[in-house]
């Protein structure tokens, strides 16, 4: 069966999937979400590892210098719209949840800079809720693997993944399936000659 194919050489070959941002507190991993939208994990974390260590609390942040926040996150994208999201999030997450970013999607929804995608994001890593996020790497990989169609849409690839995996670990089959599209099946020269699923892959080249 080709879901327990996929599942077995994910599992050989992504042992211990983790997130790869950085945080050490809830409101923390809501804000690298939100701050790692058009840019990669590793610029977030060089970012957050100053700002976290400034501005050490929501109420901290809350007070923040916005200019003094886009000089911190300068290197990523869209850093001026991002700054203020920030700043806002913090505010609004002392006024409405005394500082606790809570299990509630149409809240985080609602937060400046976060959409359904970071949303997921948090409430799988934060609360185990089965979400799949799809980013570019994990709409390519459901693609290439036959789980979407190249026209779906990242909302119908998320239907359709949670709804292929409802019988799995949701949280673990999201990070294998966007490290597997980061460091395997990359939209660029993808290691298919090693892979043990290139014989239901739509790529077949590398």
Not at 176 to 183: C, E, N, S, T, V
Request: glycine share 4%.
């Amino acid at each position: 069966m080709k879901i327990n194919e996929i599942i077995n050489y994910l599992d050989e070959i992504i042992v211990d999937p983790k997130c790869e941002l950085n945080y050490c507190k809830d409101y923390e991993l809501l804000i690298a979400v939100m701050l790692s939208a058009q840019t990669t994990d590793k610029r977030v974390n060089g970012v957050t590892s100053i700002l976290f260590k400034k501005y050490n609390s929501l109420e901290a942040l809350a007070n923040a210098d916005v200019n003094d926040i886009i000089d911190i996150i300068r290197s990523i994208g869209t850093f001026n719209k991002k700054a203020h999201n920030v700043i806002e999030i913090a505010k609004s997450l002392l006024n409405n949840y005394n500082g606790v970013v809570p299990n509630n999607r149409d809240y985080l929804e609602s937060l400046p800079g976060v959409g359904r995608k970071t949303t997921n994001v948090v409430l799988s890593e934060l609360f185990n809720e089965p979400c799949i996020a799809v980013d570019t790497h994990i709409k390519r990989v459901s693609y290439r693997l036959g789980l979407s169609k190249k026209e779906d849409d990242v909302l119908v690839v998320e239907k359709k993944l949670t709804k292929t995996f409802k019988n799995y670990n949701a949280r673990k089959i999201h990070h294998q399936l966007l490290l597997f599209g980061r460091y395997y099946c990359k939209a660029i020269n993808p290691s298919c000659n090693d892979c043990k699923l290139k014989n239901i892959c739509k790529k077949k080249t590398n």
